[in-house]
T-cell receptor, first 109, second 114 residues
Framework: GQNIDQPTEMTATEGAIVQINCTYQ??????LFWYQQHAGEAPTFLSY????GLEEKGRFSSFLSRSKGYSYLLLKELQMKDSASYLC??????????FGTGTRLTVIP | DAGVIQSPRHEVTEMGQEVTLRCKPI?????LFWYRQTMMRGLELLIY????????DSGMPEDRFSAKMPNASFSTLKIQPSEPRDSAVYFC????????????FGDGTRLSIL
């Protein structure tokens, strides 16, 4: 079976940096996605990693270590609007996409 | 540009009724996905199509669920008969080219079965 683990909830302060971790055990690996989902809205794409290393995109960065089955999403200079759920999703060797249950991030003033 | 369009946005119906959810993917996208999201189980893939052909329906819970894609611009997800445990948010998403491309999600249908 496929297993994707993320913390259920996190709280961080406006202006700070937060790291959301994701570990996975899947049948093969063809990439890892991060999506952002505000309450009551649709998920929106943030990043895609298929090679080891760090991908930076503005205030958001995503890291992947395939050997460790590990990824993290790094959010810098947190803003109140960053309060949302962050979903880690793994594309398996059979090209099936499995989502974690998400990490609900609350940004406080 | 129009994104993925789903209808209805909200549906409340009684147990045993037929429910039909509709989706219009982004023009030109060749992959279409149906997901169900609940607090307990998160986002689960029900079925996906490539070039209007169902590729993997292993996530469809049971025979009460069916999905069709008669053409490149329209898909339906049908539940018959509906049950209270089907209550969830149903998302449709589309993407272009391969499974490694980002999926674009519609706003979802919030379904409540009484």
């Amino acid at each position: 079976g496929q297993n994707i683990d993320q913390p259920t909830e996190m709280t961080a302060t406006e202006g700070a940096i937060v790291q959301i971790n994701c570990t996975y055990q899947t049948s093969g690996f063809n990439g890892l996605f991060w999506y952002q989902q505000h309450a009551g809205e649709a998920p929106t794409f943030l990043s895609y990693n298929v090679l080891d290393g760090l991908e930076e995109k503005g205030r958001f960065s995503s890291f992947l270590s395939r050997s460790k089955g590990y990824s993290y999403l790094l959010l810098k200079e947190l803003q109140m609007k960053d309060s949302a759920s962050y979903l880690c999703a793994v594309l398996t060797g059979a090209n099936n996409l499995f989502f974690g249950t998400g990490t609900r991030l609350t940004v406080i003033p | 540009d129009a994104g993925v369009i789903q209808s209805p946005r909200h549906e409340v119906t009684e147990m045993g009724q037929e429910v039909t959810l509709r989706c219009k993917p982004i023009s030109g996208h060749d992959y279409l996905f149906w997901y169900r999201q609940t607090m307990m189980r998160g986002l689960e893939l029900l079925i996906y199509f490539n070039n209007n052909v169902p590729i993997d329906d292993s996530g469809m819970p049971e025979d009460r669920f069916s999905a069709k894609m008669p053409n490149a611009s329209f898909s339906t997800l049908k539940i018959q008969p509906s049950e209270p445990r089907d209550s969830a948010v149903y998302f449709c998403a589309s993407s272009l080219g391969s499974r490694a491309q980002p999926q674009h999600f519609g706003d979802g249908t919030r379904l409540s079965i009484l």
